[in-house]
């Protein structure tokens, strides 16, 4: 098996990659690589805007063949090659909250643009001849090349948490510490995978939107990269005092305090953070979170929301609306508004609402649309369910998901 390592620049490597094989062709996909086409767009953003900053990629293995229609096999490197040519070819652009690029003296904005729409000294100097190494391999047998893509591959993948830990920034450093907090101990997982610092991460996403808010990857590291330069002093004392209040409420470890529990009771803690009583009824509540987590798992709307799609707002809002209207049926002192029972419209009063407001939005992000057979809307609390609104036809209306995730309620700062 012989090897020849070659620095080649962009744009020269484009005219090998018009003839690699990466798994477009599944019957010449080798049989030790993986599955073509697994990236996902945020993932293809990143390379590029790594290329366009001159950071180091990868090296790119690639096989020689001999007796085929193609002259290259990969190796290693087959979806940093989709990556790349795609781009090339204005198939995608970048995202659109990537930071300015500091190139030649002056700030050059790059975010949304594809590659015909960079500027032409960016696309000269900082993409075409952007260096790529390849390795190319050559007088080697199916079991050595087999070998080889094993030993490139053996690495353990690294979590989206533990890739955000390597980004630079005052929230990097924040969520490093608050992952050092002393309730992680109490929690019934470790920190594989730098989990507590996902769960300090969410926290941290929940309150600077106030409230009800998607937490998954696509959101957070996109936070790392807004508040790089600080983050507001009055959300780093919320998220502080909210886990010290939860290692005040947890003396020792506790197994019910599972990742996703640990999200809910954070929103609670949060929402009565705001109350003077709460330090003194700690005790009570942790009391009644253990007494009632039988009633949660024979739930099935809870064991739904706790496992279908739990970092999505809609997940989000319903399970605090379900831990808060149990909460205040125990605890009479938290009450400032009578929470109808019922958090939920049902299908009948959907049907309601929708004929009601003539199947228009009736939010203004999107100036009053018209929702069209089979797309998705919400059917919306006018007086948030939290601020006692009912849960009643007359206190509903249409909102296509846009209105509806800008609509704001900052359901915890109202008391």
Known sequence: MEFKQDPLPLIAFKA???????????????????????????????????????????????????????????????????????????????????????????????????????????????????????????????????????????????????????????????????????????????????????????MLCLELNGGMTDISDKVLTPMYRKYEKGLPPKIVIAVEKNLDLLARMFPGRSKLLRRAAVINLYMLISYLSKYRQVKNALADICTWFERTEVKRQKDPEYQLLMTRGVNGRQSIESRFRWILAEFMANFDQFKIVELDPRRNFTEEQKVEIFIRDNKRCQGFSCGGRIIKDGEEWHADHIIPWIQGGRTEVSNGQVLCPTCNLQKGARFWSIV
């Open 16 to 202: 090998i990659a018009e003839d690699i094989n990466y798994g477009q062709i599944p019957e010449y996909q080798p049989v030790y690589q993986r599955d073509g086409g697994v990236w996902r767009l945020e993932q293809e953003q990143l390379l590029i805007d790594s290329v366009l900053r001159g950071i180091d990629i990868p090296k790119i293995y690639l096989r020689r063949l001999e007796n085929s229609p193609y002259k290259y096999e990969v190796i290693d490197g087959q979806q940093r090659i989709r990556c790349l040519v795609r781009f090339l070819n204005n198939q995608f652009a970048l995202a659109k909250d990537v930071p300015k690029l500091e190139f030649d003296g002056k700030s050059s904005t790059i975010a949304g643009k594809s590659c015909e729409q960079l500027d032409d000294d960016i696309k000269i100097k900082r993409l075409y001849i952007y260096s790529i190494t390849v390795v190319t391999i050559s007088q080697a047998s199916e079991d050595e090349v087999a070998d080889l893509f094993y030993r490139l591959n053996n690495g353990k993948s690294l979590t989206m948490a533990e890739v955000r830990n390597s980004m630079p920034g005052e929230v990097t450093k924040f969520v490093r510490k608050l992952a050092n907090h002393s309730f992680f101990k109490r929690c019934s997982f470790n920190n594989r995978g730098k989990a507590y610092d996902q769960m300090v991460a969410q």
